[in-house]
Every structure is written in structure tokens, then in C-alpha cells.
């Protein structure tokens, strides 16, 4: 950096050795000048830092320990004929407005694009989309999710002619719609639709394949850490406003949300409920399939009725696709924990609303 001004301190004698150069300032930003102090009273001081709440457990609080299994993958060992009942199989909806299909191209000129030169291009189905063409390319992907993964005993070819079987009839009985006219009437942009939302589709038949042809379940839990207790979770330090629980293990909660310190506080006055905890710093995953690769999902809320059982709850103001695919797995990871037999009836709900989750809770309480 270089000086703006040379005048001295002491402008009538500027060769004494005690007169220096006066001083300047300047306001530095970015990394990591933003670490050094800033001299001169120039500029605003920093505001005071905000008050950090402490979230820890209560010893005293013990009667309100949960604990759940560390379940790390959960295998559906398929049995060897494969066929699923197109009657118990969901309707699978895919906009095709999620999906890019058409462009604006245009040269570049000093940094602005030129108007006149625009072009669309649309995007059109070739050969290679035909509907054929669109049902392998599912089938062979989900002969690579899982075949592997199965360690599949039979031939390879007879697993891959069942799934490009389950395929087609998938398509055939109408359980895709297009929820977009322009899509639907027309086969070629249908059939394009289809293809880029080949990972939808592959999910959705997969989870229907593995719910009706399970032989077994083979479930995965981690050696080195096999339960999750709210009794090892950690100290930490929030700067939200923190409410009092009782029925929890914790000495309180932070506010995230309105939305979740409602459902929070609904369960903690639930005559029903005996325990609960928020999945903040517990460590609660649920692992699934998004887009061919491992995705982790953590649930919202773990609660312990005073008949013993257990409900998960997940809230979602939306029940779009995403939120379907996590529901779809955790469903699964409940029917895996009932399956142990050691940890207790479990079940799962989902609130749509603030209001629901009061109707919901109890209607799993009447029903054991």
C-alpha cells in the first residue's frame, strides 16, 4: 500500500527526529485482512457479540432418554422371480417443466448478448428416444443399482429380462402421467420427458420392486457406534432464543422456526407423550437413493408414547417429490426396526401443518 500524503506532524520543523509522517488510515476488507484490528476512530466500533445459550443434557432429566439403533445401510435381499402387483403400486406424476428442454442461443458481444442474433433451439426427440429406447435405459440402470448391491446368486441376463419386464408393464398400465398437456399429447416430447426423468422412475419401481419381492431383510448397523442415545449428545453453544422443555432430555430448545417450535411445544404438553427429541446434534440419518448415488435425510422429531412406542415425525409444508422419496425411506427404516424385535413398536408420521400433528400422534396411540 502507498501513502496518499507527506506532510509531518510538525509542518514548522520537519527535519526534527521526533516529527513522523501523520498518520492515515484506511479500511481494509477480504481475507485475511479482516482478522487485523483497524486503528483510528473513524468508523463505526463492532456491535457486541450476541449471547450464546448453552444446549446440554440433564442428568436429572434421565426418564426422558431416547435411544434408537445406528442402522448405517438396510438390504432388501430379492428373492430370485421378481413381479410386483401393479394394484398397490403409486401413481408417479412428473412435471416436465422441471427439466430444461428448450434454449435461447446467442453470440456474445463485449460481454452483452446480441438480440438479433438469438436463436431457440428446441429440444427434439431422435431415434434414440424412442419409448423402447426410453424402457431399457431404465431397466439397465436399475441392473446396475442392483445387481451389485443384491449379490446376485442367478444368471445376469435373467435379472435384467425381469426388470426391463417390470418396466414396461410400469409404463404400459398408465401409472406415469405427465401432469402437463403439451407433454402428453405429444409422443416425442413425452417420450423426452420420460428419459430425463429416467432417476424418478428408476427410484420409484425400485422402491415398489424391494417392498413386494424382499426375501429378507439384512440390516447394517454400525459397529463402532451401534446406538444413538440422547444421553451422548454434545454440549453446544446457540444464539437463538432458547425455550424450556420438560418431557426432553435436553435443558432446552433452540427456536429455529415458528413452525417447529410449534410441533415442539405441542408434543411436550401431549398427555400421550412421555419422551421426545429433536434431531439437532442427535444424530439420527436415514440413508436412500437420490439420483443413483447415497444421500442422507435427517428426520425431525423422535417421540416416545407412554404405551412404550415410538413415532417418528417429519415435517414438510410441501409433499413434493423429495419429500416422498425421504418418506419412502424412512418407511423403510422403520419397517427395519420393527423387524429387530428388540426396539419396540416404531411408526412414522408426517405433519403437513402445525395443526396436524396433535390428530396424528394420538391416532397412532389409539390404534396399539
Known sequence: MRRVGYEFENEGNPLDPNSR???????????????????????TPPPPPLQKNEIKIVPEKAGYQIELPNIIRIENILRPVLSIDEDKVTTLEIDPYRFITNAELGAIIEGKGAAKDIANI????????RLQSVIFKVAQRMFEQEF???QWQGREPFLFTQFLKIVQDFIDSGKVRLVQDLFSNDEQRRNIALMLAMSDIVGHILAQVREQNAEKIEIIIDKERPVISTADMPIWLTTKPVWYVEKCHLNGLPMDSGWEASEAFTLDKMDCVDAWIKNDHFGFVVWYFGDGSPRRYFPDFVVRLKNGAYVVVETKGKNDKTAQIKRQALQGWVKAVNSLGTWGKWHEVLSLHPGDLEGKVNLVMSIL
Open 148 to 150: 451389485k448391491k443384491q
Open 21 to 43: 509522517l501523520q498518520a492515515e488510515y484506511v479500511n481494509i476488507f477480504g481475507v485475511p485482512f479482516n482478522i487485523l484490528p483497524q486503528e483510528g476512530d473513524e468508523t
Open 122 to 129: 428446441d429440444l427434439k426427440a431422435g431415434p434414440e428416444t
